[in-house]
């Protein structure tokens, strides 16, 4: 069965970092574009950024342009995503997601992935 478990997520002051992990497993994941997702409570889902099979094609949000940074290691089925300069408008519930397998065209909206982890909280202080 496919599975997506995120970690790494935790508690830190306004500008400090953290870099979450996304290990994945059932499915094919270095042929599946893979996105990271953010909710806040009260808040729809939003998207945060995408990165294609290779890892060489990446888009992010406004918000997380220029302070995140979204990468893979498709030897180890893992994603990651680096972030930066956090902000408390940072602090949600950080999603990792898999987009059918086979598809090639990076990926904006939740309901463009087949595989959703369990996420993992952010919260950031000011």
């Known amino acids: 069965q496919p599975q997506l478990v995120e970690s790494g997520g935790g508690l830190v002051q306004a500008g400090g970092s953290l870099r979450l992990s996304c290990a994945a497993s059932?499915?094919?994941?270095?042929?599946?574009?893979m996105g990271w997702f953010r909710q806040a409570p009260g808040k729809e889902r939003e998207f945060v950024a995408t990165?294609?099979?290779?890892?060489?094609?990446?888009t992010f949000s406004d918000s997380a342009k220029g302070r995140f940074t979204i990468s893979r290691d498709n030897a180890k089925n893992t994603l990651y995503l680096q972030m930066n300069s956090l902000k408390p408008e940072d602090t949600a519930s950080y999603y990792c997601?898999?987009?059918?397998?086979?598809?090639?065209?990076?990926?904006?909206?939740?309901?463009?992935?087949?595989?959703w982890g369990q996420g993992t909280q952010v919260s950031v202080s000011s």
């Open positions: 990165i294609s099979w290779s890892g060489s094609g990446t």
């Open positions: 059932g499915f094919t994941f270095r042929r599946s574009v």
């Open positions: 997601a898999a987009g059918p397998t086979g598809a090639l065209s990076l990926r904006y909206k939740p309901e463009d992935y087949d595989y």
